[in-house]
């Protein structure tokens, strides 16, 4: 257990659709980063917040934004839902950005139907 | 982001060593070489990482070259619970805190009983 929560674990809904998935990092942990994985693109950096900022951008669609909140969980909001958005999404956190080792949670199953 | 070269699988008997290796000819002065992993059906984990010494954890090994430009992660007694994809990551801490990690497809290590 790696003490990063997410929830759901698993969501089914259809195109065009909105979802929220959240996460929960690990207690002290002030980043938190998430991460998209398919079939067909691998694992992907999405974006990282830092003690409620944003702090770096990767391959996010502008359909889908994110944030943290003052409590450090964050939320990734993902719009006008596509097929090929059904992916694994993670949630990973760690203490602060540099070389700390990120902890990563169980991951949201979205399946877009 | 300078890029890793890994094996695509790797086969290892229970209870034997195993050398995971990884090509990063075009590491930087400021890059840690890290080492995740992902179990089947669970998020990455971090394994270890270091910079220009060799690095030793309760979980592995890590022998970085001379001229930095390859690491070898050491599995020292393969269990069947270590096969898993191995992900050679490249992370430069001096990038002004924007750090999400940039995953390759990973070397998928198979355990044989």
């Known amino acids: 257990d790696s003490g990063v929560t997410q929830t759901p674990k698993h969501l089914i809904t259809a195109t065009g659709q909105r979802v929220t998935l959240r996460c929960s990092p690990r207690?002290?942990?002030?980043?938190v980063y998430w991460y998209q994985q398919s079939l067909d693109q691998g694992l992907q950096f999405l974006i990282q917040?830092?003690?409620?900022?944003?702090?770096a951008k990767g391959n996010i669609l502008e359909r889908f934004s994110a944030q943290q909140f003052p409590d450090l969980h964050s939320e990734l909001n993902l719009s006008s839902l596509e097929l090929g958005d059904s992916a694994l999404y993670f949630c990973?956190?760690?203490?602060?950005?540099?070389?700390?080792?990120?902890?990563f949670g169980p991951g949201t199953r979205l399946t877009v139907t | 982001d300078a890029k890793t070269t890994q094996p695509n699988s790797m086969e290892s008997n229970e209870e034997e060593p195993v050398h995971l290796p990884c090509n990063h000819s075009?590491?930087?002065?400021?890059?840690?070489i890290h080492w995740y992993r992902q179990l089947p059906s669970q998020g990455p984990e971090y394994v270890i990482h270091?910079?220009?010494s060799n690095v030793n954890n309760r979980m592995a090994s890590l022998a970085i070259a001379e001229d930095r430009k390859s690491s070898t992660l050491i599995l020292h007694r393969a269990t069947l619970r270590d096969a898993a994809v191995y992900y050679c990551?490249?992370?430069?801490?001096?990038?002004?805190?924007?750090?999400?990690?940039?995953f390759g497809k990973g070397t998928h290590l198979i355990i044989q009983p």
């Open positions: 990973a956190s760690s203490v602060a950005p540099g070389t700390y080792e990120q902890y």
């Open positions: 207690s002290g942990d002030l980043s």
């Open positions: 917040y830092y003690n409620g900022e944003e702090r």
């Open positions: 075009t590491i930087s002065g400021t890059d840690y």
């Open positions: 270091g910079l220009t």
């Open positions: 990551i490249l992370r430069d801490p001096s990038g002004g805190g924007a750090d999400g990690l940039t």
